[in-house]
Structures are given as C-alpha cells and as structure tokens.
C-alpha cells in the first residue's frame, strides 16, 4: 500500500482576486521610443530622466537576452504592456483611494498591517504607487518614505536621487537593467538621517493587477552613518493566462555604521516572470541584512549582491525558496568584497516539489584589498519527491590568500527513518511530512516578519493526502 | 493475564530478501520478554515489523494486538493502539523542541488538547526521574544530543506516552554503567506506573538486573530457536550463544 503525500502549494486563493482594467489605461505594449516618450509626458519627467530613459532603451536594444540561467522564452517582451495609467494620484489618506484598489489592498491586509505594526507604509497597483504615508513621529525625525517620482520632483531630494538613481544598478548591467532604466514607474524613495534608529519596519506592497503587464519599480534607499531601518517589501499578482513580467530595481546606499535589513516576501502569480535587480553598497562599518522569501513566479532570476565597500563592513544573506509545479526558481547571492576586514554570511534553503525546480547560485568575490575578510556560504536543499530537481552553482573568486572562504551545500530527501520514527509516535504521515519540511525552514522563517513567518508556516502545513502518482 | 500482542507465524523481509521466518510469539500485559541473538539475527527487524516500519514487507502470517489484526495498519495507527518503539539510533528532528514534541504526540494519540502548563509539570518530573537538564525539553528533538542523551529522550517518551506494549531496541547499548542505571530507572518508572508489557533487545546483562524477566526468545537467521524463562537470558549472557544456534 502506497500513499503519496504531498505539500500543498500556496493557497492562491487569497491574492488570485481581481478586477478587470480599463483598455484605455494602457499604452501600446512593445517597447519603442514613442512610448518611452509617453511614459515620460504622462509623469512629466525633468529633462535629465527623458534623456535617460531614450538612453537605456539605446542600450536595451544592444544588449543580448540573458542566457545563463532559467529559461524565458515564454516571455514575448513585444507583448509586455510597460505602463497603465493610474487610476488614481497618488494618496496619503486611505479613505480617498479609489474602491476597488482600496479593497485589494485590504483583502492583502494594507494599511491594516500599518496600523498594526509599521512606520509607515506604501501600496502600488500596477504601474504606479496610489499610497504612501507615514506616521507623524517617524516624519519629525527626519525620515523621508515617499513614491520616488514626486521625490524626484521635489527640490529637496531632486538631486540626492539624480546622483544615486541607476549608479549602483548601472543600464548597462544586463537587458532588464537597461530595459528598467527606460520603462521604470512607481516605487519608493526612503532616506533616514545620521544617527535615527527606526524601531518599527516601513514596508512597501507592490501589486500587478493587469493582465500581460509589466511591473518596474524603483526602490532607492539611502541609511546615513550610524542608522538603523528595517524595510519590508511583499509583492503579488492574480493569475492570467498572458505571462507577465516583473522587472524591478532596488538600490541600497548603507552609510558608515548604519545597519539596513531588507526583508522581501514574493508571491507572484505562477505565470510571472520575475527579473529583478536588487544590490546594496556598504560603507564603513556598516551593515546589510537580506532576508528573502521566495514563493511564487513561473521564473525567477533573482541574486542581490552586496558590494562591501569599507573597513569591517558586512553582509547576511538569509533566503528560502519554494518550488513548485511549473516553477523555475533559479536564485542567489553575490557578494564583493571590496575592503580589508569584511565579512559576508549566507544561508539559504530550498525546498522543490510537484516538478518544480531550484537553482542556487552564490558568487562571492575577495578583491586583493579585502585582506582580513571572511565568508561563509551555506546552502541547503530539500526535495520532496522523485520528479523535482535541485541545483547548487557556487563560485568563489579569491584575489588574496588573506581571507577565510567556507563553503557548504546539502542536498537531499525527506528521509523514510524520519517518516517512520515520528509516525512511531502516533504522528500520522501528512504530519510527520509537514513536521520535517517546517524544520528544515525553521531557521530561515524566523527570519521572516512574523505575518510571513505564520503564512509560510500554514502554507507547508496545508494539507496533502490521497493523491497517488 | 490477558494476551496483548500475539504474532502468529510471521514472514517479513525487504525486496524479495526474507529476513524473518515464521516468527510466532505471544505476550501478556505486565510481562517482560526479552530478544537476544547474534548481529543480524533479525532481532531489530522483528521489533520494527511489530511497530509497522515501512522498511519491511510482511510476506507471511500475522499481528494482533488486543486481539484485532493490525499486520497492515500504519506505524501511527499501532502507536495509538499504545505500542512503542525505543529506537536504537534516535533521528534528530530540527524545528521542534522536545517538549512541543511531546505535547504534540500526546495530543495525536489521545485526541484531546493537553494544557501547556500540565504537560510541562509532568515532562519536568519525568526527566527529573531521568536525570536530565530540564533545558533539554527545550532544544530541538535530539538535535546535538549526545549517544547517551538520545537514549535518556527515548526512555523519557516511553514514561510520557505511556504505552501498553514497549519495545526497547538495544537502548541500553553504547551507554556507560551511570546512564545504564538511569535507564533501568526510568523502565522501572514505566512499570510502576503502567502495567505494560515490555520486549527488551539487548546485548547486556546490567540492564535486566533489575527487571524481573518472564520470557526469553533466542533468535538465529529470522528464526526462534530457543525459548525459556528469565534464567536462559542469564545463562546466554554468561556462556554466549553458540550452544542454542548449535541445536537448529
């Protein structure tokens, strides 16, 4: 007698909900100047953002497709709508959001969350934010949390993020790179001052309601010496049948002694393809935190890279991927190490199941400066049946014999031993399963904010009996 | 007495090797049987074929216990029926501490939600009985305990849950003459309390000291070959088993 188990996949049903668009929102879908043009007269971009927009598409144009990793094939860049017209300007009072956005966000849980537990917070539908705010306190420090397109409008910060915007994440980086540069729309701009310590996360919820859409937000945060912030970012999308495609850009600027965590939860429809950049810069001393969940999208490409760039800076990588049927799920970690005395950390897990398949990529790279440095890679996978696969592709590039490289990667199987001895104690089998699988991502879901933490917990618990294959 | 767990001419193996050979054996509530033989004598392979391991195919013959067939029912559902195994390698279980375990076994097996504050009391007796660190029930199950310490987590399973039938898979092996007693201790704790049957696998005279042996099975290549009563697991021990093997 053989029973298979299995472990459900995410209950979809939750953010499976949507609501159907006006056509006369959207631009044309391709990708040309004209419509890069038009995306500019609808935001009324300055003078220095058109010019740099026409150049990333120049060099999205010269650019060849990625190649190295998951296939995307499936995805007709021609069809990609780029922009949607908003439905609504963008808000700082919750009543005013229009009501059918204003209920997707609160089926998702914003601005309940706000009101719980955050600082602040930030919603965008499509391609623009329709909210942003933050409480009063967390103003008065000094702490600027504000959509990047009217901070880029606002003399105050115009030039802060005319020097910082796509320096880290170059155009010419890769094809999404350059594609982000030309096309990018919505996302966040936080800045918190010398010496402010946010207690309390902000946290920014990114969501692709249309169908056959792109989402491209621009995430730059800036940490001045010796601050502390906690950013949590959660991201999703309803299920079409045209693939959609995300392709965002977040750029970190961790100053002398600050210390950033940035924690991202993604759950994409199983038909997006997630194409994101995502790297810090360290100063001195300084510190960043990545946790990272990764649940959703039929192909992620997806490594944030962390450039140590002073003295004792450091970085931790803490991440779990979740594969399943239909999922290619290929991502990483990168770290430089680019000054004496750094150190870098990563911990990852994944697990794969129904098919689904997994690849885990770390690059850690010693410059001749970075003497005295350490790094420490560890990988773990978890497969849960014979028909999905896992992959590990470590490289390490040592430029001095004055560092400490470690490396250590595990794959494997629930093993049948494990089944039985908690079965031994009266566990029943689904259980048992559901038992190992929450413990081999035990210590990465602590990680996670304790809502993720609680839904990821439910999601590997959600039951599995019955079906033979 | 009544019968509690009866085998009636049992096969088992894996793959197309049979490793047991029609096993037949009966035992009654408050008796203590103990199994002894050479390495791969099949000793091991009996004891989790009564437990229900998926490891083993039963090819021949049948279980019972407390009179209804159990020969095809699943680990868990034989562990509800009150029967146990001491595992002789223990798995390390991380991302549940031994403690939530427990409670989550209890609560599986009765059917009933057990109270936080009431578990913990009974768990922190149970272990002062074993003579363990009260922060064990909180690290993960078995998670970097020591050989000796896993031994000690199984016995403490053994007095929480309570079973009507224990099997001890060669817990006492490995372990110095201080932990061999600790373990006596708490089987005696577990005879006290229930009046359970006990079928100990063991390779050492110190742990049935204590205990009052009612029968003793001698098994070779998957088969009994010699029974009598607590003296012949005496004289085994003392003279080895060559002279029983000798006889098939």
Redesign the interface.
Known sequence: ?SRKTQVSDIDRSLYDFRYEEDANDFLESGISPEIIREISDEKGDPDWMRAFRLKSLEIYHRTPMVHWGASIDGLNLDNIVTYIRPKSRMNTNWDSVPEEIKSTFEKLGIPQAERESLAGVGAQYDSELVYHNVRAEVAQSGVIYTDLESAMHDERYAEIIRSHFMKLVPPEDHKFAALHGAVWSGGSFVYVPKNVHLEIPLQSYFRLNAKGAGQFEHTLIILEEGAYLHFIEGCSAPKYYEAGLHAGCVELYVGKNATLRYSTIENWSKNMYNLNTKRALVDEGGKIEWVSGSFGSHVSYLYPMSILNGRGASAEFTGITFAGEGQDLDTGAKIVHNAPDTSSYINTKSISKSGGKSTFRSAVTVNENAVGSKSSVNCESLMLDRISRSDTVPVIDAKTDQCDIGHEAKIGRI????I??????????E??RA??V??????VSKELPLEYAVEMNNLIGLEMHGSVG | MSELLRIQNLSAGIEGKELLHGISLSVSEGETHVLMGQNGAGKSTLG?TI?????YTVTDGNIYFDGENIT?E???K???RGI??S?QN??E????TLSE?LR??LE??TGMRIKLWEHKKKLKAAMETLSMDFSYAER?LNVGFSGGEKKKAEIL?LLM?QPKLAILDETDSGLDVDAVKIVSKGIEEYRKTVNGALIIITHNTKILEELHVDCTHILSNGRIVKEGDGQLAADVLANGFEKYIGEV
Do not use: H, T, V, W
């Open positions: 007698m093993s049948n031993e494990a039985f001895y908690l079965m031994a104690r009266g566990i029943c089998e259980e048992a038992m190992i929450r413990g081999f991502a035990d210590n | 989790s437990m229900g391991s998926p490891e095809n699943s680990a868990d034989r562990a509800k146990f195994l595992f223990p798995i279980i991380p991302g549940i375990f989550n076994a599986q097996q993960d399973q849950l």
